[in-house]
């Protein structure tokens, strides 16, 4: 029978017990090992039944086993020591209170509080609020800002639904479930007003219609996670479902949600900061463009001060931190523009806001762009001041990607740079792992390599015997193939067998073979079914006599993607073969409670995506913080940090193969030969002492070279110093005068702009050029310009000056200031001038260029105005120096 309603109960704990529920509702747990385990004492099996979840644990022990505990001395001694140290880590000065002054200096003021918005966050698998890299990233994110001191706000959605769970049916396809989240059954709580009563957002919706969301907090160590749920009982049934499943719904339902994820998240963090004192952000990052519209929120706030859309645009661009995560247009967010037309304006929300100025920043202006749709990704841009990609190569792919809102800029001056990705070590590296750590180099050492990076701390593992590492790797195998067995039993249960049907389930894998672990999302560019292109060819690597391989395989495709429920199923059918299910298997459901199996028990790591499509791939970097080693396309951050002394590249065909199935078999075919030749040899080569001395090595070098590059840490580090500081000092310079005075400055920069030209280019040299050049002299570039009714002090007129190849294009530019020295004359040109070092030899060229100049820029690309020679003008290039 159905329950009518359903509602929690929780434990009354004793007093000497009362710790505990302040550790539960903290965060932190889920990568502070001391208070795991001092939750799995309470009640080991109920530990392990609730998920190891702590509040799902308190809320099941009895009340004999509390009064029990209660009366423990050395239980008690422990809870005291795990809640003082959580409040040494939520109150003790960090790496951002600590900083040195030239730090200050150097890198400018620090932001108050930073907001940071995410359409999911993985925190941890008690709090099922994600679907894959994206989620996890911003969680990762969050637990190293608290780590680091980092005064962070993260805001997101309260998914009543969360994302699917996977299953698979008896033929291997993908079965969807969606488990029913009760937030009062979830470490979190209820923002209230002081009088008590829920702490409330509410956005228009067209036709009178309302959107009301309620706010939850968790609390991720220092980090607080506001997440707003719109099942609210005064919402229509509509309303209501706004936030009921990540990534679910048809276009207005996810534009609903991505305009409470932006509009109503600024309006949460109003209100959090209102009634706790939190500090108020100086800085906006928006983790894809899923939460843009936070832009238009600030941009209506700064009207109601009395600035118009313009001034406001630019107080508001100027503390937003715009990140990109896809490398392929695909996988931007798309709005029929009617639709968001509809949304806004006096009849719905934003009333006030010039519903035309919103529709033009998502509008696709560059060529082969639909004027029909509103972008998410370009109104992203257009509302941030700074933005970056997730990786060097990726930052590259973006500025390609979106070269066409600069038009007329080289690729290499589209002004995105790149924050590679990291990932939070405390919650990937298995304690084991940490334990061996402290052990051989000591705690602290170990929490410090861990948490805040450093290579110093790093080269300890150098002093690590190889018995011991080779020992900790069997050991973590091990545990993954006890892992296997069981989920792949319960996996086969769901799929209607019985228990006289898995006997064989006790002879899967062996924790003596080497171990292949792939785990990812199932979009066709990740291409989870590369390694069956040669099913006979893999199947003799996977029962080799001498060198076997097995392979552990997990991935989720999304509901709606038939093409990669399809590979799922493939993948599923080839490891039901008898003849060799005992050595690849497929584990449904993937998530983060698998991946902290997964990552440790694999030798290797396999990522095989088409290039340059992986944005950057953060599994690998989880995997190598355990000692795996990665075998991967040179693509994201592998593409960044790749040598061969720590793990393999597969060669790719791009390039050379313009078929689809005939690069796929070149590069499954290199995949097979690295495994056969490379990879299986050097884990099975034995020295005198029985060990694997070069694999060993490798996992060394792996730890010490990677180790501190692929921290969370480095990488929120490098947001604070690089985005974070110069956003919230271009925040502080903007005050309502100022904004003013730079839109207005814009807007005649604007005006002027097509009157600007570049008349005139010559060099004089020392010595007469004739084509060719001595290296080392130098040539004064003289440059006539108009530039209509702007001073010089608008512009920068630029020398761009480096290599060139056949078709005289510049490589490797580099660019130089020119002063103007006379002018205007009668026929309103300027001159400027300025020395060119010719300072290497081979084809070399020049060019002239004139951008706008202002000091409150981020960069001279940002308004995308930019004036080069017209053919005619442009002087002959390719003087060659000897």
């Avoid at 530990?47 to 009895?62: H, K």
């Avoid at 994820?261 to 004192?277: E, K, P």
């Avoid at 672990?517 to 199932?522: L, S, T, Y």
Wanted: hydrophobic residues 40%; charged residues 25%; contains cysteine.
């Amino acid at each position: 029978m159905k329950a009518i309603r359903r509602f929690t109960v929780r434990p009354v704990l004793p007093e000497p017990l009362l710790p505990l529920s302040d550790l539960a509702r903290n965060l932190r747990w889920s990568w502070h090992t001391e208070t795991r385990e001092l939750f799995s004492s309470v009640d080991p099996e109920g530990w392990q039944a609730s998920g190891r979840d702590p509040v799902r644990l308190l809320g099941s022990v009895s009340a004999a086993r509390l009064g029990e505990l209660a009366r423990d001395r050395r239980f008690l001694r422990r809870l005291t020591a795990a809640a003082d140290d959580l409040d040494d880590y939520l109150r003790g000065a960090r790496w951002y209170q600590t900083r040195d002054a030239d730090d200050l200096v150097r890198h400018g003021e620090l932001p108050t509080a930073v907001a940071y918005f995410s359409p999911e966050f993985g925190i941890t698998a008690a709090l099922p609020q994600y679907s894959g890299g994206l989620g996890i990233l911003a969680g990762d994110h969050l637990k190293a800002a608290s780590d680091l001191g980092v005064p962070l706000i993260g805001v997101g959605l309260l998914y009543r639904h969360g994302y699917f769970r996977q299953s698979l049916s008896r033929e291997g396809w993908q079965q969807e479930h969606y488990p029913v989240l009760d937030p009062n059954e979830l470490p979190l709580g209820l923002l209230r007003t002081e009088d008590g009563d829920p702490a409330r957002v509410t956005l228009a919706l067209p036709g009178g219609r309302a959107l009301h969301a309620n706010i939850w907090r968790a609390q991720v160590g220092r980090v607080p996670l506001l997440l707003l749920d719109s099942d609210v009982e005064d919402n229509d049934p509509g309303a209501r479902e706004v936030t009921d499943r990540l990534y679910g719904g048809g276009s207005e339902h996810r534009l609903l949600q991505e305009m409470l994820l932006g509009i109503g998240g600024v309006r949460a963090v109003r209100a959090y900061c209102a009634l706790t004192g939190h500090p108020a952000p100086e800085v906006f990052h928006t983790n894809e463009g899923h939460a843009g519209f936070l832009g238009l929120e600030r941009i209506r706030e700064l009207a109601g001060q009395g600035l118009d859309f313009d001034p406001a645009l630019e107080a508001a661009r100027a503390g937003t931190v715009f990140t990109t995560h896809t490398p392929v247009p695909a996988g931007i967010d798309r709005f029929e523009r009617q639709l968001v037309a509809r949304h806004f304006g006096q009849d719905a929300e934003l009333a006030g806001v010039p519903v035309d100025r919103i529709l033009e920043l998502g509008t696709e202006t560059y060529p082969g762009g639909d004027p029909a749709v509103f972008n998410m990704a370009v109104m992203g841009m257009r509302l941030a001041q700074r933005a970056n990609g997730v990786s060097t190569l990726h930052g590259a792919v973006s500025r390609g990607m979106f070269a066409g809102l600069w038009p007329g800029f080289d690729g290499a001056d589209v002004p995105i740079t790149s924050v590679t990705n990291g990932v939070h070590a405390p919650t990937w590296v298995a304690p084991e792992v940490v334990r061996l750590g402290a052990r051989q180099i000591g705690a602290g050492r170990t929490e410090d390599a861990l948490s805040v990076g450093g290579s110093t701390r790093w080269d300890a593992v150098a002093d690590i015997a190889d018995a011991e590492i080779w020992d900790l790797r069997r050991v973590l195998r091990e545990q993954l193939v006890q892992e296997v067995r069981v989920r792949l039993r319960a996996s086969w249960h769901q799929r209607g067998a019985g228990d006289a049907e898995l006997g064989w389930i006790d002879d899967v894998l062996d924790p003596d073979v080497l171990t292949i672990g792939f785990a990812r999302r199932v979009p066709s560019y990740k291409r989870l079914t590369l390694m069956l292109r040669d099913q006979d060819r893999l199947t003799r690597l996977l029962l080799d006599p001498e060198r076997p391989v097995q392979i552990v395989v997990a991935g989720k495709a999304h509901p709606a993607d038939d093409g990669g429920k399809r590979l799922v199923q493939e993948l599923v059918r080839f490891a039901d073969d008898p003849r060799v299910r005992h050595r690849i298997v497929f584990l449904p459901d993937y998530g983060m409670a698998m991946a902290q199996k997964l990552y440790p028990g694999c030798d290797v790591w396999l990522n095989n995506p088409l290039r340059p499509l992986e944005a950057c791939g953060t599994s690998g970097m989880k995997a190598a913080l355990n000692g795996c080693l990665n075998l991967s396309v040179l693509d994201g951050w592998w593409d960044e940090w790749y040598e061969p002394d720590f793990g393999w590249a597969i060669p790719t065909a791009d390039g050379t193969a313009t078929d689809e199935d005939r690069r796929d078999d070149l590069e499954a075919a290199a995949l097979y030969d690295l495994v056969e030749q490379r990879v299986a040899p050097r884990f099975y080569d034995r020295s005198g002492s029985g060990l694997p001395e070069r694999w060993i090595e490798m996992v060394r070098r792996t730890l010490v070279s990677l180790g501190p590059k692929v921290l969370a840490g480095r990488m929120v580090r490098e947001y604070v110093e690089r985005l974070y500081a110069p956003a919230a000092r271009s925040h502080r310079e903007l005050d309502a005068p100022t904004a003013r005075a730079l839109a207005g400055w814009k807007s005649k920069v604007r005006g002027a702009w097509p009157g600007v030209s570049v008349d005139h280019v010559e060099a004089v040299a020392a010595t007469p050029v004739n084509g060719t050049a001595q290296l080392g002299s130098t040539l004064t570039l003289r440059v006539q310009v108009t530039l209509d009714s702007l001073a010089p002090q608008d512009v920068e007129v630029q020398a761009v000056a480096g290599r060139v190849n056949a078709q005289d294009v510049i490589a490797d530019g580099q660019s130089f200031p020119l002063k103007p020295v006379t002018g205007p004359n009668l026929e309103g040109r300027w001159v400027f001038e300025g020395p060119l070092a010719l300072d290497r030899t081979g084809p070399f060229g020049y060019t002239v260029r004139i951008l706008p100049s202002h000091r409150l820029l981020s960069d001279p690309a940002e308004m995308g105005l930019l004036v080069v020679p017209a053919e005619a003008v442009a002087e002959a290039s390719g003087v060659v120096l000897r």
